[in-house]
């Protein structure tokens, strides 16, 4: 994750961001099957939902996670955590979630806003189908902007 304006080679941080409001930022998670590049391990049904909480607050967990029907685990999630001196509360870019593929690696593919929710939304690696194959050749990387707001 980075603040959105920070356009420069690198600048991505780990699992602690502090924010402002009227600050953008860019959220990236990247996707990996480690199976062996073959039909019998490609992940079904594979998922991935961004949890932005809709509270205020000074300090806030987003969480995402990646889920299939056939794999063991059945989901894997990270997080990072957005402080801030003052209280703050988040809202999704609407139209800003892309998967980036090997075939899409520019631009991307549009995610559906729904990525934001509960229900999420099927990501893979060389559409959103849900189908995600083994092996670096079928990575991907989710990304999102978010803006952060002052607590209403």
């Known amino acids: 994750m980075k603040e959105g304006t920070y356009d420069e080679v690198g600048?991505?941080?780990?699992?602690?961001?502090?924010v402002r409001p009227g600050a953008e930022l860019a959220l990236r998670a990247y996707v990996h099957?480690?199976?062996?590049?073959?039909?019998?391990t490609v992940a079904r049904e594979?998922?991935?939902?961004?949890?932005?909480?809709?509270?205020?607050?000074?300090?806030?967990a987003i969480t995402s996670r990646i889920s299939a029907?056939?794999?063991?685990?059945?989901?894997?999630?990270?997080?990072?955590?957005l402080k801030s001196p003052t209280p703050f509360r988040m809202e999704m870019v609407l139209g800003s979630a892309r998967l980036l593929t090997v075939p899409n690696p520019a631009d991307g593919l549009l995610?559906?806003?729904?990525?934001?929710?509960?229900?999420g939304a099927l990501i893979g690696s060389h559409k959103a189908d849900g189908n995600f194959g083994g092996?670096?050749?079928?990575?991907?990387?989710?990304?999102?902007?978010?803006?952060?707001?002052p607590a209403t």
């Open 11 to 18: 600048g991505w941080v780990g699992d602690a961001l502090q």
């Open 69 to 81: 029907a056939n794999t063991t685990p059945s989901a894997v999630w990270d997080s990072v955590v």
């Open 33 to 40: 099957n480690g199976a062996a590049d073959l039909p019998e």
């Open 135 to 149: 092996n670096y050749n079928n990575t991907a990387i989710v990304t999102m902007r978010v803006r952060i707001l």
């Open 111 to 119: 995610l559906p806003d729904r990525i934001g929710t509960s229900g």
């Open 46 to 60: 594979t998922r991935m939902t961004i949890d932005l909480p809709t509270c205020a607050g000074k300090s806030i």
